[in-house]
């Protein structure tokens, strides 16, 4: 690995979300020296393409393939599985999961979070709509922006799109996390992915974190989180370079 290049910080939104969901934490990044790409993932009113959990990680290997350099994986809930699944590109130098499903081969992200109770954007807040799993509005400004500036909780509340049942449902079958350095950011105020859920995830990494936020904070507190990357990625890089 040569360490003369700051890596691309690629960051991946959750279910229901787009790139848009990572622009303040891009921008930070950004105004670091950190060049970012804010990935779209395949879905209903978003990107083309195949919108199961197997087109996704296609999606993200084709991405990946495309950045030259080394590369920091960042995923944000649900795209924490396919950073499971997928994460071990050949460029792929840390991982960072941002209250993501940090998953174990046979686990999906439906198995995860129904498993304990206390969710409010688990099996019985969401619809099915033929193929598709939507979230109310109102469900996900409690459930993913609470802390948020009501203004921007509804603005993110609004441009949520549809999801494929699939993404939920889908079973991993490898750990790339096992495979890189990867750290979890625990966030402590979350009412989708409960804190003992995460805390669950984040102690099979041996690296973690918390913030006192909502389910969201790349909206919430960018700054906070564009410093977890950042740090994260310096110390795998230092360490690197010294070895």
Avoid: K
């Amino acid at each position: 690995m040569t360490t003369d290049r700051v890596p691309t910080v690629v960051l991946v939104h959750g279910m229901w979300h787009g790139g848009w969901a990572w622009e303040r934490v891009a921008a930070l990044l950004e105004a670091q020296g950190h060049p970012c790409v804010r990935v779209t993932l395949p879905g209903a009113d978003r990107a083309p393409g195949d919108p199961t959990f197997r087109g996704h990680c296609d999606h993200l290997v084709r991405v990946l393939a495309g950045v030259p350099g080394d590369v920091v994986l960042v995923g944000h809930s649900y795209s924490g599985a396919l950073l499971t699944e997928v994460g071990a590109a050949p460029n792929v130098r840390a991982m960072v999961f941002v209250s993501a499903f940090c998953l174990e081969a046979g686990e999906s992200v439906a198995s995860v979070n129904d498993a304990v109770a206390g969710s409010q954007a688990g099996r019985d807040d969401i619809r099915r709509v033929g193929d598709n799993l939507v979230i109310d509005p109102e469900t996900a400004r409690h459930a993913f922006y609470h802390d948020c500036p009501p203004a921007d909780a509804a603005d993110a509340a609004a441009r949520l799109t549809p999801e494929h049942a699939d993404a939920r449902e889908a079973v991993v079958t490898r750990a790339a996390w096992r495979e890189v350095p990867s750290h979890f950011v625990v966030c402590t105020l979350d009412r989708a992915c409960t804190p003992d859920v995460q805390r669950m995830m984040a102690a099979r990494l041996g690296s973690s974190s918390e913030l006192e936020s909502s389910h969201s904070p790349m909206l919430s507190m960018p700054d906070a989180v564009a410093r977890e990357i950042v740090e994260f990625a310096s110390r795998h890089r230092a360490s690197v370079g010294a070895s």
